[in-house]
């Protein structure tokens, strides 16, 4: 069973930074690029950051690249994200998730719970 738990949001002011974290399970997650997506209320789903197998190339969102930054551990099947200079149009709940080798997200029906991410003053 394909699994996804984030963990790291909360409750930060305007400038600060969290670390998002992913634990996957169920799947080879080594074989596997990884996706990070958030969702505001009333929102669509919004692709964040992608990190390839093998952690080189990364991609970004244009609303989030030079303050966030993606990684992965394949000996921990984790994918995090550092997320700095946060912004109030950050808060969203955060997900992560795998992608196919073509490009296409890869297990659309086992999202996690996700991660809530408040940036407020």
């Known amino acids: 069973q394909v699994r996804f738990v984030e963990s790291g949001g909360g409750l930060v002011q305007p400038g600060g930074s969290l670390r998002l974290s992913c634990a996957a399970s169920?799947?080879?997650?080594?074989?596997?690029?990884m996706r990070w997506y958030r969702q505001a209320p009333g929102k669509e789903r919004e692709l964040v950051a992608a990190i390839s197998r093998g952690s080189t190339p990364t991609n970004y969102g244009d609303s989030v690249k030079g303050r966030f930054t993606i990684s992965r551990d394949n000996a921990k099947n984790t994918v995090y994200l550092q997320m700095n200079s946060l912004k109030p149009e950050d808060t969203a709940v955060y997900y992560c998730?795998?992608?196919?080798?073509?490009?296409?997200?890869?297990?659309?029906?086992?999202w996690g719970q996700g991660t809530q991410v408040t940036v407020a003053s």
């Open positions: 998730n795998a992608e196919d080798a073509g490009g296409r997200l890869a297990f659309n029906a086992y």
């Open positions: 169920g799947f080879i997650f080594r074989l596997y690029a």
